[in-house]
């Protein structure tokens, strides 16, 4: 893929989380504080609820302590460093191109007395602006897929992790038998051409060095999760028209009906990866 490309993903993805409407949708609809995936009990499951479990499950697969430099790639409104300087008093470094989500970030980390702990930056994590080796913990959820080189973003990971520091993330992937051109109307909603999978990420950190990677496939609660945000979509609808448009809206409840099509239908995946530098060459 191009430079130009890749700039371009990127800079959509940027302007697309600084527009008020997606703003708004998002704290809103999404999740609030924690704008990602959830674990559901049920179907039914309200996501608000749901959302704050991944972040504990992928939390217990670490060892943090109030020592621990961790660094949140595409962190959103800061759900989860909150919830990581609260629990382990850890210092975190959110870093993400939204200058719109970074402010309500900011916002909500003095509301809740932690911005002694939480520092908010706005960047790219295809080009991380910090020096080697300056983090025990790279931390991300569900973003690495707006990125058009997900190879740049883990090498750059591996850069600025320490010796035996630990990368943990999320995102939304497909199978690795997903018929060609299948997700189509999924990818041409966040301007991309492909999804990572399990796969692709172990062989990116195979590449690297990194022996040491564990995978837990959680991908039955990604279909839930996004036929739970289009039902709450849809039963708010006239609140959310107001407040974010109808054309908006419309598209909204369209994208996430390929998503949730192509979730039944086998052709994406979600879960937790866990890699350790311990191993490196």
Known sequence: MSTATEKTTVDKAQDYYNSTPADEFYFKIWGGEHIHVGIYKHSKESIRDASP??????????KLDSDTKLLDLGSGYGGAARYLTKKYGCQVTCLNLSETQNERNESLNKKNRLDNLITVMEGNFEDIPFSDNS???????????????????????????????DFIF????QTYDCPKNI??????????????SFGFYVEQARKLGIQKAEVVDLSGHLTTHYQRVMEETRKRYDEMVEICGKEYIDKMIQGLKHWVEAGKNDHLSWGIIHMNKCDIS
């Open 53 to 62: 479990r991944i972040v504990h499950l992928m939390a217990s697969k670490l």
């Open 183 to 196: 997700l189509k109307p999924v990818l041409e909603r966040i301007h991309l051409d492909s999804l990572g």
């Open 135 to 165: 983090f025990d913990v790279v931390w991300s959820q569900d973003a690495i897929v707006h990125s058009g080189n997900r190879e740049q973003v883990l090498s750059e990971v591996n850069r600025v992790l320490v010796e035996n520091g």
């Open 170 to 173: 999320t995102d939304l992937m």
